[in-house]
């Protein structure tokens, strides 16, 4: 089942600048075949991350053994503000190009 996830995040947008280039520079290594949509954009004093993945499994999977160290590694050490704050939602009218479509 399809899984839509926003996820609030209060530091400033260049640290989300910083994941995402290393996560870029990467990406040959660690392969997202299950991300359908990925938008990152700034939010008051913070950032937002807004995905649709194929399901909550892959999304779990992908934040534990790819984002999470990649975070760590990029705040070297430094202990995050707050969590960040994760808002589920039901995806529908997805349409993407090759990839399921849920309504």
């Known amino acids: ?34 991300l359908l949509v990925h938008i990152g954009c700034p ?20 934040n534990r053994d790819v984002v999470a160290p990649m975070v760590a590694e990029a705040a070297e050490g430094a202990a995050p503000d707050a969590a960040p704050r994760i808002e589920e939602f039901e995806v529908r009218g997805l349409v993407v190009p090759g990839g399921p479509t849920a309504f």
């Open 43 to 62: 939010e008051g004093d913070g950032f937002q991350v807004i995905e649709v993945w194929e399901s909550k499994e892959k999304f779990d999977q992908f």
């Open 1 to 34: 089942m399809v899984y839509g996830v926003i996820t609030h995040v209060a530091a400033p947008i260049e640290a989300y600048d910083t994941v995402h280039a290393r996560f870029l520079a990467q990406q040959t290594d660690t392969p997202v075949d299950s």
